[in-house]
């Protein structure tokens, strides 16, 4: 695939880099920094994974970090 954004996550269930990362899981802390845990579909399907909910007023439940150009040979690059 060439052209268009792209993002590239660590699905959290395989170890290994996604380009359609789902949020399934946050972790909060009382200090320090928290987490947030991805995967990819192939883990989402075997682990019987959900997504996270929407807020209730239909906004996502967390904020995307920002997407790559996919480069001309198919690779994505921040």
């Known amino acids: 695939m060439s052209g268009g954004p792209c993002r590239v996550e660590q699905c959290n269930w395989?170890?290994?880099?996604?380009?359609e990362p789902?949020?399934?899981?946050?972790t909060e802390v009382g200090s320090g920094p928290g987490a947030m845990h991805y995967a990819c579909p192939d883990?989402?399907?075997?682990s019987r994974l959900?997504?996270?909910?929407p807020q209730s007023d239909g906004?996502?439940?967390y904020t995307p970090r920002p997407t790559w150009d996919r480069a001309?040979?198919?690779e994505c690059r921040p």
Do not use: Q
């Open 14 to 19: 395989h170890k290994g880099p996604t380009e």
């Open 22 to 26: 789902t949020l399934v899981a946050v």
């Open 43 to 46: 883990c989402m399907t075997a």
């Open 50 to 53: 959900k997504p996270l909910d």
């Open 59 to 61: 906004s996502p439940a």
């Open 72 to 74: 001309a040979d198919g």
